[in-house]
């Protein structure tokens, strides 16, 4: 569904949900260059800044057996380390009295129509760094379709924008029509597909 923000363009946002994460993705028509930021999950804690983690593509903020991350899959080219919000508003955290949230951010430079896609982790427990970055194994936007490997070797594919009759082969299962959003197991199994 398209979503305007006032008369500076439309954005279409599309998303994926695969245990404990997301991927959102993001198509961009604007009629002036404007900056994009993309929050994870807020972190919430009562005392001791949580641990921020920065690495090329991606922010994480671990607190108490809680993370919060985020990892840019396509488009984004800055990041903000967890920061915190405005401590005590209830909007912030209902629960906690502080919290933080990672970013990512793209600036349009001028570009009137681009992809953005992200990967937003947050749970109870701990994880590595390296780990969340495996989740994802390879992510690519071709001719607006969007094709998804992970860490269990299922494959995802989604169409954007207007919805075309194609052939796609995932883990050796094809899958034809016009697909909005397919999704085969690392056996070759249809888990999932939507159809226009």
């Known amino acids: 569904m398209p979503r305007l923000f006032s008369n500076l363009g439309w954005s279409y946002t599309y998303i994926l949900v695969k245990d404990d994460f997301m991927i959102n993705v993001h198509w961009i028509k604007a009629k002036k260059s404007l900056k ?3 929050g994870g999950y807020p972190l919430g804690f009562d005392h001791d800044m949580p641990k921020v983690v920065s690495i090329p ?3 994480l903020a671990m607190s108490d057996d809680k993370i919060s991350f985020i990892r840019s899959l396509y ?3 800055i990041q903000y380390p967890a920061e915190a919000l405005e401590p005590k508003r209830p909007e912030n955290n209902i629960r906690y009295k502080y919290s933080v949230v990672p970013s990512l951010g793209f600036d349009s430079n001028e570009k009137s129509t681009f992809y953005l896609a992200s990967m937003v982790y947050g749970k109870l427990g701990n994880d590595s760094v390296d780990n969340l970055m495996s989740l ?3 992510f690519q ?5 969007v094709k998804i490997k992970f860490y269990d070797d299922e494959e995802a594919a989604m169409q954007l924008g207007k ?3 194609t052939e796609i082969v995932m883990n050796g299962t094809k899958v034809s029509g016009k697909i909005v959003l397919a ?6 199994e249809v888990s999932q597909i939507v159809q226009a």
Do not use: H, N, W
């Open 36 to 38: 994009f930021r993309e």
């Open 163 to 165: 919805i075309r009759s």
């Open 141 to 145: 936007i071709v001719d607006g379709l």
């Open 57 to 59: 593509g991606a922010e």
């Open 75 to 77: 488009g984004y080219d």
């Open 183 to 188: 999704r085969v197991s690392q056996t070759g």
């Open 136 to 138: 994802v194994k390879d």
